[in-house]
């Protein structure tokens, strides 16, 4: 007992002579949470954006809702929108809005088990229907169409038949120029206004993985130098736009430094952000039981992160940096795949732990759940607005709040 009495008489000794102190952990206080009886299109809110006029966005599994601060107002393929699952809205410099999926194809089947069933049964048993050919009395599926342009009063979509790559399309940029760069299914499409130009990543020479994975294009970042990267299913494609010539690096299973590599194994990135310190963050959708699907290089060292209470997902599926340079990461823990075997059927289920949404400061990691107001475990996204609030798109609505830094 004495001894525990000495060492909490030493530690407020220290603090009121030398100022020792334990810091707060930094706070979130969610101020209000939108859903479907708000006027939401659905309550699984997959990105959120506000447009230079004020206007607030959400792209939803079931089309995109306008918010003005007073009114909501949905939009679907009815009102021409290329397809109702909205992951990712841009606006470009002239005012005009796009809207195209992004990384979310596995949005509706998460958690939920894959009948296999049909494996066992003879192809001559299967009852196949041709996509072109519905079932009478059935209404033909509406195909997901490439991305959608808003003006302000009508929608336009454009897709492979207008110039654009593949009909898929994960992220949007625009550079100096007023050029739109969009990633997509089958490389990168360029856009000047009125035509699209592609550009197709080969990638390395002696690689052990398909050509195709090198071009499934899922995210674009551009250094301070002008240069781009571009996160694939395979890796990471560097592009110099003054001569035209790219670099090819994957990102090694064993966590060794960043290099170029000829054998690169698939990596499935999903998104890259530079930091203020021209650091590059890269996620990855993995489904490592030991690290986390982020990835930090500096230009000469590639460090990863071990999970933690802090970092709970190996799956990470967007980076967003605030205003303030904090860096927040959303994604899940997935687990290993089960196989559920009756007598009847085949199933495989994929399960996963929704992990909220993790922040860095600079110095450490800190992880945001339902105990601290977030209506869902499962954030997709977040964005910030013009008034430094933040928006976390979630399962169950989309939640706004601020973030609160602890005190140094």
Sequence with gaps: ????????????FLSLNWGVSIPDAAELKIEKILTETDGLASNTVLTVFEDNHGTMWFGTTDGITRYDGK??????????????????????????????????????????????SWMETPLSELDITPHDEPPAGTRKPIRLKGVSRYDGEKFR?????????????????????GTLWFATGFGVSQYDGKTFNSIVMNGPMGMNILPESWNRITAIAQDTAGNFWFGSEAGITYYNLKTSGFRYFGVNSDFSPFQEMGEAGTAYITDLQFDTKENLWISQDDTDEEYVGI???NGKKLTTFPQSKALPMNSVNNI???????????????????????????????????????????????NFNTDDGLPSNRVWSVFEDSRGKLWFATDAGAAVGVYLPSEK
């Design 1 to 12: 007992m004495r001894k525990q009495l000495t060492a909490i008489w030493f530690v407020v």
């Design 320 to 366: 967003m940096q605030d205003s303030r340079g904090n860096l927040w990461f959303t994604g899940v823990k997935k687990l290993p795949p089960k196989m559920n075997e009756t007598e009847d059927s085949i199933s495989m289920t994929f399960p996963e732990v929704e992990s909220g949404v993790s922040v860095y400061n600079g110095k450490s990691f800190q």
């Design 71 to 116: 009114n909501f107002q949905t939009f679907t393929t009815e009102d021409g929108l290329g397809q109702n699952t909205i992951g990712l809205i841009f606006e470009e410099r002239q005012g005009k809005l796009w809207f195209a999926g992004g990384v979310l194809s596995d949005v509706s089947k998460r958690g939920k088990p894959m009948d296999m």
């Design 157 to 177: 979509i454009f897709t492979t038949a207008d110039g654009l790559a593949d009909d898929t399309v994960t992220d949007i940029f625009e550079d100096e120029t």
């Design 295 to 297: 990835r930090r290089y």
